[in-house]
């Protein structure tokens, strides 16, 4: 299995409150930012299959926007019910002012 990093977006396209959605090899993915750190996320919530990226970044987690499961952006673990199972995460560089993130083949 190789990791592709791919450019994603540039860091001025994200911010606490706007989580970028982009879709990478047929995977939805959410670019989201939480203090100085960039984190790449499913865009899926495990719980009813909502779009996070509508949700929002609370401390180092993504809270969903329909019934507020959150999950940690660096593991992707479900932290609160609803949901409990645990999202994707990838790896994401920082290369400048470049966003890059890398998706498993
Ligand atoms: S769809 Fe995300 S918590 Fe229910």
Redesign the pocket.
């Known amino acids: 299995m190789t990791d592709n990093f791919v450019k994603v977006a540039l860091k001025s396209d994200v911010s606490k409150d706007t989580i970028k959605a982009v879709e990478i090899a047929g995977k939805h993915i959410a670019i989201c930012q939480s203090g100085e750190n960039y984190y790449a996320i499913s865009d899926i ?6 779009a ?1 990226h509508n949700g929002q970044i609370v401390g180092e987690e993504i809270e ?6 959150r999950f940690d952006l660096k593991t992707g673990k479900a932290m609160c019910l ?2 409990v199972q645990p999202i994707a995460t990838y790896p994401l560089e920082v290369r400048g002012d470049e966003i890059w993130i890398a998706v498993a083949e």
């Open positions: 919530c495990s719980h009813a299959k909502v996070l969903c926007p329909k019934h507020g499961a609803p949901a």
